[in-house]
């Protein structure tokens, strides 16, 4: 949950950045992608040693491919910057 992390460190000392409705839903859908990363890997550890541990692994490779591809795998403290340019 780095880019959350980040985001929210941002947030708490500078108050809200000021980006674009594009550039906002953009680092918006970076958030969920990691809860829901997050989820997956708290239910697939509840069930670690049963049948059912394995099948989040290709859930969890699907989200973390449509992450990626939102952030570039830039660092949190670059993609923003990156975000305000396009603004």
């Not at 985001?7 to 829901?36: A, T, Y």
């Not at 491919?65 to 305000?84: A, F, I, Q, V």
Request: aromatic content about 12%.
């Amino acid at each position: 949950m780095k880019y959350t992390k980040y985001f929210s460190f941002i947030v708490q000392e500078n108050g809200q950045p000021l980006l674009e409705e594009h550039q906002f839903r953009l680092m918006m859908n970076i958030i969920f992608l990691e809860g829901v990363i997050s989820g997956l890997n708290k239910s697939k550890a509840a069930n670690k040693g049963t049948d059912q541990y394995y099948k989040y692994d290709i859930i969890l490779l699907n989200v973390e491919r449509e992450l990626s591809g939102l952030t570039g795998n830039l660092k949190p403290s670059d993609l923003l910057y990156k975000m305000h340019l396009n603004t």
